[in-house]
């Protein structure tokens, strides 16, 4: 059974930083490219950042870029998230996706909240 | 950055009604376009991927047509289960871009 578990959110100032983990199981991560999308509150879904197979490729929202910083460890089936520099329109519940191909996801995790205030 | 427009906002529907909710691309993504279907409290669940190919163990009551700028998600009869927000996806162009949702209400 795939399982994507979302760990590291919580509340932070403006300005803080945190990390989100993304613990894969039930698949082999390394064959997937994968996914941070975010929903705030009462809102639809937002695209946050992605990352290819290999770790080589990666996109950010425009929102997110310069701050957050995707990256990927195969070996140990996670995916992060490096969130810097945090504002108060961060705050959103941010779930780990996994693209099964041209970008549709196929399985999300149960999300973590981020929640950005003063 | 593709803009993608769902109509309606909101619904207020019977059990056993047909639904449609409609999506509207800013630009052509070909079939690049997939529906979610999220529950309160939920994370989403994919429904349809590339526009009109049913995801593994989605009911066959749900189907989604269109190409290019428009498409569509039906919803043949529908169940009390079925009562959620709907967001189209396209991944035809970085960055993607969701709807703003269908959310879906039992008169």
């Known amino acids: 059974e795939v399982q994507l578990l979302e760990s590291g959110g919580g509340s932070v100032q403006p300005g803080g930083s945190l990390r989100l983990s993304c613990a894969a199981s039930g698949f082999t991560l390394k064959n997937y490219a994968m996914n941070w999308v975010r929903q705030a509150p009462g809102r639809g879904p937002e695209w946050v950042s992605g990352i290819s197979v290999s770790g080589d490729n990666r996109n950010y929202a425009d929102s997110v870029k310069g701050r957050f910083t995707i990256s990927r460890d195969n070996s140990n089936n996670t995916l992060y998230l490096q969130m810097n520099s945090l504002r108060v329109e961060d705050t959103a519940i941010y779930y780990c996706?996994?693209?099964?191909?041209?970008?549709?996801?196929?399985?999300w995790g149960q999300g973590t909240l981020v929640t950005v205030s003063s | 950055e593709i803009v993608l427009t769902q109509s309606p906002d909101f619904q207020s529907v019977t059990p056993k009604e047909t639904v449609t909710i409609t999506c509207r691309a800013s630009?052509?993504?070909?079939?690049?376009l997939h529906w979610y279907q999220q529950k309160p409290g939920q994370s989403p669940k994919v429904l349809i991927k590339h526009a009109s190919q049913s995801a593994p163990g989605v009911p066959s009551r749900f189907s989604g047509s269109g190409s290019g700028t428009d498409f569509t998600l039906t919803i043949n009869s529908l169940e009390a289960e079925d009562v959620a927000a709907y967001y189209c996806h396209q991944s035809s162009t970085l960055p993607y871009t969701f709807g703003q949702g269908t959310k879906l209400e039992i008169k």
């Open positions: 996706t996994k693209d099964y191909s041209s970008g549709w996801f196929d399985y």
């Open positions: 630009q052509s993504i070909v079939t690049a």
